[in-house]
């Protein structure tokens, strides 16, 4: 598709500067905002609390649900171009804004991400191209279907085919028995079962691709979560066997360029013990957004996984970023702000920034609560063994999990 660029700095004959726009207004809208007015772009967001992360540092932020035809008027006439934060803004309202506005990615991609069901459908569709298939499942819609779960996917995963997020609308479950009662405990929506997996490890690939076909990305991270959410991300020189490293960035590329996507694109992807050396790949689910176990990009590589949104929805180049440090990067979630005790607390930031090669990122949420992501902490070194000192320092003045599964 051919794109004329929309630079930064540019000013239009009504004077209106080059502006960008984002669907969503959480950490990534933040980080996306960030990003977009270092280049010199104007930014808009749309986010119906007043207080969103992104909001609060956007040149604009229209404060409507997001599928408000006003609200949606006002961001197309603001902005050259739009994005999206997280997966779940209406497909519909991406379209409506696409009738005006490049929107990027297309609602089409958002749809797929937005539904376990389609994600999984797609990535069995793309599987002889990108040569890894996801995890064995079946689709439950009806009593007939649940009835039908064939013996060998339990034990299993419950999931949620909509709204599922950081392991939330997700029930293990041992036989048919609890298989019934979680489908009944979850009001009987739309889930996929999946087969539970025995998994050596899990990592990710982000990409990016242009709105003329071109692909760049970032090497494979490693990711450890701590019930359902991530705690941990590795991103270093053999952080993983680079078969599957190779395997993993090819598969992530055929995937974006089966759906023509356009932007940055996350695919997760577990290694499983199948009693071989490396383990073997298998494909989770699918983020059409950065991702958190990016996130160390914005302090280890010359061009961050937010760069690259900007400069992929906005049709500037798509540079090959260069990861000039290894780096790991540590979630901060809510827990942090309380002791053991369960009282609030102030994180010792005095003791964790005089560490070298820290890097503390928090979003502006004001309320912490356990769970909630409040920012995440990027370790930067010049070799991998002092990075991993460091993020264990740092662990243990925050009281951080999950940095043992690493080794
Ligand atoms: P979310 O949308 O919450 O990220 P995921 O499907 O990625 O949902 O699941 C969250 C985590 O739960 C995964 O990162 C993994 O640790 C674990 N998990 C999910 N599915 C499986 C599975 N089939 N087998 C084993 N572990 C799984
Ligand atoms: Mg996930």
């Excluded at 369960?342 to 890097?359: F, S």
Aim: charged share 15%.
């Amino acid at each position: 598709m051919s794109f004329s660029p929309i630079f930064p700095g540019a000013v239009d004959v009504s004077g209106q500067p080059a502006t960008l726009g984002v669907m969503g207004g959480g950490q990534l809208g933040r980080m996306f905002v960030h990003a977009a007015q270092r280049l010199g772009y104007f930014t808009a967001v749309l986010d119906p609390d007043p207080q969103s992360p992104a909001g609060r540092v956007s040149h604009h932020h229209i404060q409507t649900a997001y599928n408000n035809d006003k609200g949606l008027q006002q961001l197309a006439s603001l902005c050259a171009a739009v994005t999206t934060e997280f997966e779940n803004v209406p497909a519909d309202a991406l379209q409506a804004l696409a009738v005006s506005r490049p929107v990027a990615p297309g609602a089409a991609a958002v749809a797929i991400a937005q539904n376990r069901i389609e994600e999984k459908a797609h990535f069995t569709a793309s599987a002889g191209v990108a040569g890894v298939t996801c995890a064995p499942y079946a689709v439950i819609e009806t009593p007939a279907q649940l009835m039908a779960v064939p013996a060998e996917l339990l034990p299993g995963i419950l999931k949620t085919a909509r709204m599922g997020y950081d392991g939330k609308g997700q029930v293990r479950v041992a036989d048919m028995a609890e298989l019934a009662v979680a489908w009944a405990d979850l009001k009987g929506v739309a889930c996929v079962l999946e087969k539970l997996l025995p998994l050596k490890a899990e990592c990710s690939v982000i990409v990016a691709r242009g709105w003329d076909g071109t692909v760049t990305g970032f090497a494979p991270q490693r990711n450890v979560h701590v019930g359902g959410i991530l705690a941990v991300t590795a991103a270093y020189e053999g952080n993983m066997p680079s078969a599957l490293a190779q395997r993993a960035r090819t598969a992530t590329k055929l995937i974006a360029n089966h759906i023509g996507y356009v932007g940055v694109l996350c695919v997760e992807f577990f290694v499983i013990d199948d009693g071989s050396a490396d383990g073997a790949l298998v494909v989770n689910e699918m983020a059409p957004r950065p991702h958190n176990s990016g996130h160390y990009t914005m302090d280890a590589c010359d061009v961050s996984q937010f760069d690259l949104q900007v400069h992929a929805m906005a049709g500037l180049p798509l540079p090959a970023p260069r990861q000039h440090s290894p780096a790991i990067m540590l979630n901060l979630l809510g827990d942090v702000w309380f002791d053991a005790a369960g009282e609030p607390r102030t994180p010792d930031w005095q003791a964790v920034l005089a560490l070298p090669g820290t890097h503390l990122h928090l979003y502006g949420k004001l309320e912490a609560r356990p769970g909630r992501k409040m920012g995440h902490l990027n370790i930067t070194g010049a070799d991998i063994a002092s990075v991993k000192a460091v993020a264990r320092q740092v662990a243990n003045i925050l009281s951080l999990p999950g940095l043992d599964a690493l080794e």
